[in-house]
């Protein structure tokens, strides 16, 4: 009996904390949002920006930088060198936190319907 009455008391006391967690908004009921950032880079010259700097900015600014997840932007680049390249980085942020995202930068992605995704380019 004792190992029960010990059993009921950390249930009771996990639920209750589970309870007050949510109540208090520690839990997020609202699904991540989708949030993209168009990176300019030009061809044939090194990257103004990259996976690591965005990753970093990322870090510093509390969220997730894995999985690294990047869209072709849909729009027309001409191919040659001294041209503009655009890619777009995606991240899932907390609905309460999107604000926070925008900062960065980051934007909804429905500014870019013709977007497809591709793989990230090297950090």
């Not at 004792?2 to 249930?11: D, I, K, N, V």
């Not at 600014?61 to 060198?81: I, K, M, S, V």
Request: charged share 15%.
């Amino acid at each position: 009996m004792p190992g029960e009455r010990r059993f009921f008391a950390t249930l009771g006391v996990a639920t209750l904390a589970a309870v007050l967690l949510v109540a208090c908004g520690g839990g997020d009921s609202q699904p991540p949002v989708l949030l993209a950032k168009s990176v300019q880079n030009i061809q044939c010259e090194p990257p103004r920006t990259t996976m690591a700097a965005l990753d970093a900015e990322l870090q510093a600014a509390g969220f997730a930088t894995r999985p690294q997840r990047c869209a072709w932007d849909g729009l027309l680049h001409c191919a040659a060198c001294g041209c503009g390249s655009s890619y777009l980085r995606l991240i899932e942020v907390p609905a309460h936190r999107v604000a926070t995202a925008q900062l960065l930068g980051y934007m909804q992605p429905n500014s870019y319907p013709a977007a497809e995704p591709m793989p990230c380019p090297a950090p």
